[in-house]
T-cell receptor, first 112, second 115 residues
Framework: GENVEQHPSTLSVQEGDSAVIKCTYSDSASNYFPWYKQELGKRPQLIIDIRSNVGEKKDQRIAVTLNKTAKHFSLHITETQPEDSAVYFCAGTGYNFNKFYFGSGTKLNVKP | DAGITQSPRHKVTETGTPVTLRCHQTENHRYMYWYRQDPGHGLRLIHYSYGVKDTDKGEVSDGYSVSRSKTEDFLLTLESATSSQTSVYFC??????????????FGPGTRLLVL
């Protein structure tokens, strides 16, 4: 199946700075890449996703970029705020679109 | 949040006892999933269902079984719980199961402690 690796495992930034989280995947058949945010004690919630026919997608302060040749995709958060503090997960699907393979997560801490 | 509930939300049990977790949805979605979440491992798929009585294994299915007798309910059973099954369990649903068309929505989670 698909193997998704995520870096860094922890990230600490100052409020107002940008944060970047990177993921790589192994299966070239993957064509859908969601990002989830999980606040402490809560369920993971989708924040943005990208499909392989586009290279970048933005939604206000968050954006995701995809490089299919290099098999990596990244989450970019600009103008970070304390409420952005959470664990972020990336995922890929592999050839079986019924299954998601998640990265191990990045704990983002935004310091006021 | 999508109409997904999990029960119980917290459970403490002893090694060797059977445990059943329930996921209930009100969305009439076809696909349902069980994940476990452990530090350093992200979310790992245990089993999933693509319809009533139709199930398949995920990447960490050993020691778990599932059943789906109704569209709205997906049960996860630990036949004989072990300490390595201490985890947070999340149910998820997807309308089509085609991940390039529809994402998955998660339930609130069940925290299980096996002593």
């Amino acid at each position: 199946g698909e193997n998704v690796e995520q870096h860094p495992s922890t990230l600490s930034v100052q409020e107002g700075d940008s944060a970047v989280i990177k993921c790589t995947y192994s299966d070239s058949a993957s064509n859908y890449f969601p990002w989830y945010k999980q606040e402490l004690g809560k369920r993971p919630q989708l924040i943005i996703d990208i499909r392989s026919n586009v290279g970048e997608k933005k939604d206000q302060r968050i954006a995701v970029t995809l490089n299919k040749t290099a098999k990596h995709f990244s989450l970019h958060i600009t103008e970070t705020q304390p409420e952005d503090s959470a664990v972020y997960f990336c995922a890929g699907t592999g050839y079986n679109f019924n299954k998601f393979y998640f990265g191990s997560g990045t704990k983002l801490n935004v310091k006021p | 949040d999508a109409g997904i509930t999990q029960s119980p939300r917290h459970k403490v049990t002893e090694t060797g006892t059977p445990v059943t977790l329930r996921c209930h949805q009100t969305e009439n979605h076809r696909y349902m999933y069980w994940y476990r979440q452990d530090p350093g491992h992200g979310l790992r798929l245990i089993h999933y269902s693509y319809g009533v009585k139709d199930t398949d294994k995920g990447e960490v299915s050993d020691g778990y079984s599932v059943s789906r007798s109704k569209t709205e309910d997906f049960l996860l059973t630990l036949e004989s719980a072990t300490s390595s099954q201490t985890s947070v369990y999340f149910c998820a649903i997807s309308e089509s199961g085609l991940a390039d068309q529809e994402t998955q929505y998660f339930g609130p989670g069940t925290r299980l402690l096996v002593l």
